[in-house]
């Protein structure tokens, strides 16, 4: 996606916001390609992964009323990107614009270019033409992504709760949803210290629009910005509002924002995907969680820990600590 900049603007102003706004959509891969299918992941990861929903506008999800549930608009990947025959995943249906993750009973945080809001009229839908459906997702081994979800599972955003999109400041967005969410669990945010160069990170998404994608062997590359952190995850467009993870704690450490190149022509053949070396190529950004966390309420894990060390029972737990309770018990709480 490209920002269109406004010509009052000096010529510095310009060339330093190109290669943000420029960047914003794509991601691409780093090494060899470490996206997984929901039923190839780990336990802890499928479990933070039913908090994760893919974003979809009004257009490409329909209610059908008969079968209380909502069709999906899709296509293949291949045949969305002209890629060649047997890159991976060309065969998938791709349908979502942006992805997110559920941060409260009726808050879900993602990226803010895929909200059309406030000073942000070029990039993605408004508030009332987007909704959020949990479980696209390839969930059996054979299996194929839904191609209808329950309308249980479908949610419209009511209102914009914080909303942010400049190079230097961030790029994220919380959203109220219309009802709360049953059956899915708040994701725990890291409320302490942020990562530093070299930590551990994966992400959990849909990039290019594809069903849900756990992509892992990541880490921070620079820590030293103020609103992000430079990674080499692999990512791609639709990944725009994934949360990015701590391999170690499992909370919730960023929203996965912009990066390099999707895809290259590779010949007569059609398009391939555009692959760095590990550590080459510009790197994917990620918004910290520490400019957002503040309008993200506390799961009942984080305030069942306060509660445990104003009353002594215990003399610390460390807020990550909740993020592997959630990702290992299926739960925030403390028995």
């Not at 302490?192 to 160069?197: E, F, N, V």
């Not at 590990?278 to 069942?304: H, W």
Request: hydrophobic residues 40%; aromatic residues 8%; contains cysteine.
């Amino acid at each position: 996606m490209k920002k269109t900049i406004s010509a009052m603007l000096t010529i510095t102003i310009i060339s330093s916001l190109l290669p943000f706004f420029a960047n914003a959509g794509g991601k691409t891969l780093y090494g060899s390609d470490g996206r997984l299918d929901l039923f190839q992941a780990s336990a802890d990861m499928k479990t933070l992964a039913d908090s994760v929903v893919s974003l979809w506008d009004n257009s490409s999800i329909t209610l059908e009323a008969a079968s209380n549930s909502y069709k999906l608009k899709t296509i293949t990947l291949a045949a969305d990107q002209g890629l060649r025959p047997g890159e991976a995943f060309g065969s998938q249906p791709v349908g979502a614009f942006c992805s997110g993750s559920l941060v409260g009973e009726d808050i879900v945080m993602t990226a803010g270019h895929c909200v059309r809001f406030g000073a942000n009229t070029k990039h993605g839908f408004k508030c009332e033409d987007f909704k959020a459906a949990f479980g696209f997702a390839v969930a059996n081994s054979g299996g194929s992504a839904p191609e209808k979800i329950a309308e249980s599972e479908v949610y419209a955003c009511k209102s914009v709760i914080k909303h942010l999109f400049t190079a230097a400041d961030g790029d994220y967005a919380l959203i109220k949803l219309d009802r709360k969410v049953a059956g899915h669990k708040a994701l725990a945010v890291n409320r302490g210290a942020g990562l530093k160069k070299g930590d551990e990170i994966f992400v959990i998404g849909h990039p290019s629009g594809l069903p849900l994608k756990v992509a892992a062997g990541a880490t921070v590359r620079d820590a030293s910005k103020a609103a992000y952190y430079v990674t080499d995850l692999d990512t791609f467009e639709g990944n725009s509002g994934s949360p990015v993870f701590n391999a170690k704690t499992k909370a919730v450490e960023g929203i996965l924002v912009r990066g390099d190149k999707d895809f290259k022509p590779a010949g007569t053949g059609g398009n391939t995907y555009y692959v760095n070396p590990q550590n080459g190529g510009r790197g994917e950004d990620v918004t910290k969680i520490a400019l957002v966390r503040g309008g993200i309420p506390k799961t009942s894990g984080e305030k069942g820990a306060e509660d445990l060390i104003r009353n002594n029972t215990i003399k610390e737990v460390k807020l990550g600590d909740i993020g592997a309770l959630q990702a290992n018990a299926g739960s925030v709480g403390f028995n």
